[in-house]
């Protein structure tokens, strides 16, 4: 699709659904006027209905959120304190805080599942990040006492539980130290969950390892493997699993910043494959890739962008399985070691110019380009798009893909969102276009991974698939429709953000005004595990510290009741 085109397919998206409204008690974190936009007959409807406040601003006190359907209980990482906050939503309009699970002193809890019969594994990092982690058992039922616990790799990042509840995966990602004096293994452990509770002394963990694709010539190119010299020996100890989900037997896991993702078979412990995501290329895509323009300026331009997805989930369509990958982009930036750089930078402080001729460009041309306005303040990765000498760049590559992608089993990406993204927010929010959580303002990430889509949940509702995408930086939840994973297509936005209260400038004390800040964990709960019979979405905020909940109405099943969907804000493309 051209890019007029795709302008004009977003900006038709500009249409609200109006006509429903859901009736919920005040609260001081639920913003008066949410953002909301539409596409034209949106088949559903999303409102936030309830929250929880921790008034921590800005220090991850809600980050992962896990459902326990039976107990009507919602699991809440909380960076901040260490532990688990357990939430009781048998009100979704209030929910209250029960008691908090604590791994033990000096430990700091990452990510938490729960399966069915109330079994809760949540993954434990201990005060030196390097050093091997664990996961501890409890019941998401019960009263927070910790039942078991189990060792694994370094940095336990994030656990899922199998489809049928036989198997717990851990993503250790195994970060460098900051001076990278150590550097572990990446690796995902699988853990063989017993049939309840009682089983929890007996449980097997095992390793799956990337040792085979140390071996010269077994990483398939394209796969990014970079570090400081001499720290990072192998392979394995390059890769760094962030997020898994599981399908058929089958562990997808994202390596963000490898910007691949692996295949773990189950049963084996093994990894069978590592796949290469691949970029966006911006003369295709445009992007806003300036906050320095002043001015909404989503356009082409000679860069690759990196996918580096954050979280994943997948689904099945026609038989196949599909993964769809946030991505958020990130880069490794540590004291003894750091890939950032701007456009501008290129060509001083030791780093390689850009090469002469770069994209068809005079010199002149290539001065342009590397003004503030224009490329100059984009964050790029100096480790890629040198020539064979190392002498200039031949490739300019930027981090992140601003939207979701889906990908099949081996990595093939079937669907992009392209600039849809930006080009929503710009219609939504135009004051606001590319803002930053902690603070409200213009344009203020464009220069970076603009809205940074980090989080993803999925849902079916009316036979159909729903992906849930929340975007950390300008907030708020984006929706699409993925049952054909081939022609996904928006639904609706939702922000349950008040821009005009900004707490970096203002301070905490207008934090509950402020509304959502940063979303992070996403989790969605279908109408027959709902304490209400309605669809759910909880999301985790790490900046505001609040766990909302949102009332997920369909609007072609007629229903009497569902959100108001009308923000009272004005549409446009520029500021």
Request: hydrophobic letters at 40%; aromatic letters at 6%.
């Amino acid at each position: 699709m051209s890019l007029s085109l795709r302008r004009s397919a977003v900006a038709l998206c500009a249409a609200s659904v109006t006509g429903f409204s859901l009736v919920t008690p005040a609260h001081a974190a639920l913003v008066d006027a949410p953002v909301t936009h539409s596409a034209p007959g949106a088949a559903l409807a999303v409102e936030p209905i309830g929250t929880y406040e921790t008034g921590i601003f800005d220090q991850s006190a809600a980050e992962i959120v896990a459902h326990h359907a039976d107990s009507q209980r919602v699991m809440v990482v909380n960076a901040n304190s260490g532990e688990i906050d357990v939430l009781d939503i048998s009100d979704p309009t209030a929910p209250t805080l029960l008691h908090s699970v604590d791994a033990g002193a000096d430990t700091t809890i990452n990510s938490v599942a729960v399966r069915a019969d109330g079994l809760a594994v949540a993954t434990v990092e201990p005060a030196d990040k390097t050093a091997p982690g664990e996961v501890i058992f409890f019941d998401a039922a019960g009263d927070g006492e910790v039942l078991g616990r189990a060792g694994v790799g370094s940095l336990p990042d994030m656990v899922t539980i199998t489809e049928d509840g036989t198997h717990a995966l851990v993503a250790n990602e195994a970060e460098p130290a900051e001076d990278y004096s150590v550097d572990p293994e990446g690796s995902v452990s699988v853990i063989t969950l017993p049939a309840d509770l009682s089983g929890l002394a007996a449980v097997e963990v095992r390793t799956a390892d990337f040792r085979a694709f140390n071996a010269e010539g077994a990483l398939p190119e394209g796969v990014r493997v970079f570090g400081q010299v001499g720290a990072s020996t192998t392979v394995a100890q390059n890769l760094e699993p962030e997020y898994i989900t599981t399908s058929g037997g089958k562990a997808y896991v994202s390596l963000q910043e490898n910007n691949a993702l692996a295949v773990v078979d189950i049963a084996s412990a093994t990894v069978e494959a590592v796949h290469p995501l691949g970029t966006v290329d911006l003369t295709e895509v445009p992007m806003d890739i300036s906050n320095r323009d002043d001015a909404i300026d989503i356009r082409n331009w000679p860069i690759r962008s990196f996918l580096m997805p954050d979280a994943i989930e997948s689904y099945s369509a026609g038989g196949n399985t599909y993964i769809v990958t946030a991505n958020e982009g990130d880069a490794r930036d540590w004291e003894a070691y750091s890939e950032e750089a701007r456009v501008k930078d290129l060509g001083s402080d030791g780093l390689a110019p850009i090469c002469e001729g770069y994209a068809g460009m005079t010199a002149g041309e290539i001065e342009t380009f590397r003004e503030d306005a224009n490329a100059g303040r984009l964050t790029i990765t100096t480790v890629d798009g040198l020539t064979a000498d190392g002498s200039c760049y031949e490739q300019i590559h930027g981090y992140g893909g601003r939207g979701f992608s889906i990908v099949d089993a081996a990595g093939n990406r079937v669907f992009n969102s392209d600039d849809e993204f930006e080009q929503i927010i710009a219609e939504a929010v135009p004051e606001y276009f590319n803002s930053n959580h902690s603070e409200s303002g213009f344009d203020g990430r464009s220069d970076d991974k603009g809205p940074e889509p980090e989080g993803v949940a999925l849902g079916e509702i009316d036979g159909r698939t729903y992906a849930f995408i929340g975007l950390e930086r300008v907030g708020g939840v984006m929706v699409y429709d993925v049952t054909v994973p081939q022609a996904a297509s928006f639904v609706t936005y939702v922000n349950n953000r008040d821009f005009s209260h900004s707490v970096e400038d203002d301070g905490d004390a207008v934090l509950s005004q402020a509304g959502d800040l940063g979303p992070e964990g996403l989790a969605f709960i279908s109408a027959g595990d709902s304490p209400t019979g309605q669809d759910l979405l909880v999301v985790g905020n790490e900046v505001s510290g609040t766990t909302t909940i949102f009332g997920v109405t369909s609007l072609l099943s007629g229903g009497s009741s569902g959100p108001s969907l009308s923000s009272g804000l004005s549409s446009g493309s520029s500021r």
